[in-house]
């Protein structure tokens, strides 16, 4: 075992403890998980093919040979949840799932509903039923990881602040370089470089530099374009530490900006922070996204604001909870100590540009710690 082994197998342990509280809920004996940040989340395996079952006395991974030595490093640093046996896929996946829930004489096996294409689903179920074959009922389930990842346990806290954290230095060398005739791609480029000079493993996603009249496109790339002196520019970059991603955003203007441009990024920011001052236990994610829209509405510019106030962040950089507006048929997301969600609320004017500000919170007993440390004020350059 190496340092921090046994911690890391205890946290494992934990994860995979309440997932089964889940699995026993729902009535059924086992859950397959194949959404990948799940099984990662559950066993330690990163690896991008996989498949994990989750049953009340039996964990196993099942993996073809291009991920054995890296499951068998994993087990001999003790990198894994307690109990892990690691099963062999000698042809099929979905064969080889069929085979062991077999084996094991598993009846009422759940799958992850939202992430197994129907037609396997249809697969599984074909191959169990008819033809005088009595094999197990497959059941659709959403959340049962996902209920747990929510909320973040200590390793992962940590890790969530270490990546928020390392942006502040991206930020700092995107300031630096940020000039009037530079390219959006060329600032992109000097974002993204200096996330691996800061530790990152790699961007959380395409990074966003989206200057003058593309910032009113709130997911726009980086271009082309050159950018010019009265220009706001929005530069939305995040990146993955330890596997945690971390997503900031920061608009700034180009020379000195005009009175519209003062007036939007101010009712942007009190939007911000009245949404960030409700973050607490017990709130919803619903009130914290109204809080946003209400300051918005009153400056005229809640047409303006087109998208949620937020996302979950953690082993996928949009996750739950959604801070956004209530979904018919959705139960209003409770925030709970150790959730970690971003607040980014925009104002996005077509032929004019967009302005956003986006930070990282994470609830805490009390109210919420802004993880990202990048100044809020809009900044000159
Ligand atoms: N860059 C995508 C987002 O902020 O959610
Ligand atoms: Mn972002
Ligand atoms: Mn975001």
């Known amino acids: ?53 989750v049953s009340h006395d039996a964990l196993a991974l099942l993996l073809d040979g291009r991920y054995r030595e890296a499951a068998r490093r994993l087990l001999e ?53 008819g033809d005088g074959r009595t094999g197990p009922l497959w059941q659709p389930v959403a959340g049962l990881v996902e209920g747990v990842r929510t909320v973040k346990d200590v390793a992962e806290q940590e890790s969530l602040r270490r990546s928020a954290r390392g942006l502040t230095a991206v930020a700092e060398a995107a300031f630096r370089f940020v000039r009037e005739g530079v390219t959006e791609r060329d600032v992109a480029g000097v974002i993204e470089a200096a996330m691996r000079a800061s530790g990152f493993e790699k961007p959380a996603f395409d990074t966003i530099v989206a200057s003058g009249p593309n910032g009113a496109l709130p997911h726009y790339r980086a271009g082309d374009r050159k950018l010019a002196s009265g220009d706001l520019v929005v530069l939305d970059f995040g990146g993955v530490m330890d596997g945690y991603c971390s997503d900031i955003t920061r608009t700034v203007a180009l020379g000195p900006p005009g009175m519209e441009a003062r007036r939007v990024y101010g009712a942007v920011l009190r939007a911000q922070q009245a949404a960030i001052g409700q973050v607490a236990p017990g709130r919803t994610a619903e009130e914290i996204d109204a809080a946003a829209r209400a300051v918005l509405a009153a400056d005229g510019l809640g047409e303006a604001f087109s998208h949620g106030t937020g996302h979950g962040i953690g082993l996928e950089v949009h996750e739950a909870p959604r801070v956004g507006r209530a ?31 986006e930070d990282d919170v994470m609830v805490t007993g009390v109210g919420c710690e802004v993880l990202t440390d990048v100044p809020r004020e809009l900044l000159v350059l």
Do not use: C, K
Not at 16 to 27: C, D, E, K, L, P
Not at 91 to 116: K, Q
């Open 77 to 129: 640093e003790g990198l894994a949840p307690d109990g892990l046996e690691v099963v062999d896929v000698p042809a099929s996946y979905d064969s080889a799932t069929l085979a062991y829930v077999g084996e094991r004489h598993l009846r009422r096996v759940a799958v992850e509903g939202d992430y197994l294409p129907v037609g396997r689903f249809r697969w599984f179920e074909r191959m169990s039923a």
């Open 327 to 357: 979904v018919e048929g959705s139960a209003p997301a409770e925030l709970m100590a150790g959730m970690v969600f971003t607040v980014e609320p925009g104002a996005y004017l077509p032929g004019w540009g967009g302005v956003r500000i």
């Open 1 to 53: 075992m190496t340092v921090g082994a046994e911690s890391a197998a205890a946290q494992f342990s934990a994860r995979v403890a309440a997932v089964r509280a889940r699995i026993t809920s729902s009535g059924a004996d086992a859950l397959v998980v194949t959404h990948q940040p799940n099984i990662r989340y559950l066993s330690g395996h990163s690896g991008s093919a996989g498949i994990l079952v």
